[in-house]
């Protein structure tokens, strides 16, 4: 099928690209509907419903919190990971001439 664009009108051109982007919205819910239905049969061939494995997925990746580093001697409550921006204690700390190893945990 060739549309020869140059031969249309303004409004002609605008009613296209309307169709054309309802029917790309009707294709990918049809083509997420198509794949939602093979990955519940890959799925239910190795026994499991496709929830289960989603739901196994998401608890694997996770993320933990790191462990903190650095602890401030003055009070101890304050901590800091070593990632990220460095907290004011521990630059109040390094101007001072305190050493980062001191701060170690």
């Known amino acids: 099928m ?7 009108s303004r409004k002609e051109l605008l009613q296209l690209q309307i169709d054309v982007e309802k029917a790309l919205k009707d ?11 093979a990955a519940q049969d890959a799925a239910a061939k190795f026994g499991f419903s496709l929830e289960e494995i989603a739901g196994a997925a998401r608890a694997t990746t996770k993320k933990n919190k790191a462990a903190p580093k650095y602890r401030n001697p003055e009070n101890p409550e304050e901590t800091w990971t070593g990632r990220g921006r460095k907290p004011h204690w521990v630059h109040a700390a390094l101007t001072s001439g305190v050493d980062i190893s001191d701060l170690e945990i």
């Open 27 to 37: 294709a990918e819910v049809r083509e997420r509907s198509e794949a939602l239905k």
């Open 2 to 8: 060739t549309l020869d664009l140059n031969a249309m």
